[in-house]
T-cell receptor, first 115, second 112 residues
């Protein structure tokens, strides 16, 4: 699904550095989400957004910051990266929050390693 | 809030046999139950979903069943094939304006 893209695909950063993961969708979906995926934990919701300038915390928001100034972009920033934030990060979007129309469409993921 | 439990965490079945993955949810207001498949190194993708006004839904070799009274739903894969090897996630949501809550996933291995 080329309509939702994440960048970069892979990132290695050092502890304490700030890093931003990008997510861009071309469908004008209202809802966008950030998940992290770790072995044994499934998909854990970090932050989500129901529309531009509206964001809300998920299950594991600590250490992360999001913004959504435009409908199509939803960047995720790790303000001071820690090793525990090593993970695969998935962005997703959907027309309605419950995904009742078309389900959630996920990006390809960003594999982040914090050393 | 909603909590979705998924079992088993790992499942191995012989090729050609059936596989069943079960999920329970806690919020009786939930009314939409999608299933996602994630192949190794890929993104999760929606494979089938069911709404609360339906008890069962089929799509070729996969089917989902829903028991609202017991608050559980299941994914059934018949005549399993090697390409069914993946991680499967169940999920639940309450409304168009409510986020989906995912289970922790089941890793399905299809044995030759």
């Amino acid at each position: 699904d080329a309509g939702i893209t994440q960048s970069p695909r892979y990132k290695i950063t050092e502890t304490g550095r700030q890093v931003t993961l990008m997510c861009h969708q071309t469908w004008s979906h209202s809802y966008m989400f950030w998940y992290r995926q770790d072995l044994g934990h499934g998909l854990r919701l970090i932050y989500y957004s129901a529309a531009a300038d509206i964001t809300d915390k998920g299950e594991v928001p600590d250490g992360y910051v999001v913004s959504r100034s435009k409908t199509e972009n939803f960047p995720l920033t790790l303000e001071s990266a820690t090793r525990s934030q090593t993970s695969v990060y998935f962005c997703a979007s959907t027309l309605t929050g419950g995904g009742l129309d078309y389900g959630y469409t996920f990006g390809s993921g960003t594999r982040l390693t914090v050393v | 809030g909603e909590n979705v439990e998924q079992h088993p965490s790992t499942l191995s079945v012989q090729e050609g046999d059936s596989a069943v993955i079960k999920c329970t949810y806690s919020d009786s207001a939930s009314n939409y139950f999608p299933w996602y498949k994630q192949e190794l190194g890929k993104r999760p993708q929606l494979i089938i979903d069911i709404r609360s006004n339906v008890g069962e839904k089929k799509d070729q070799r996969i089917a989902v069943t829903l028991n609202k009274t017991a608050k559980h739903f299941s994914l059934h894969i018949t005549e399993t094939q090697p390409e069914d090897s993946a991680v499967y996630f169940c999920a639940a949501s309450k409304s168009r304006d409510d986020k989906i809550i995912f289970g922790k996933g089941t890793r399905l291995h299809i044995l030759p």
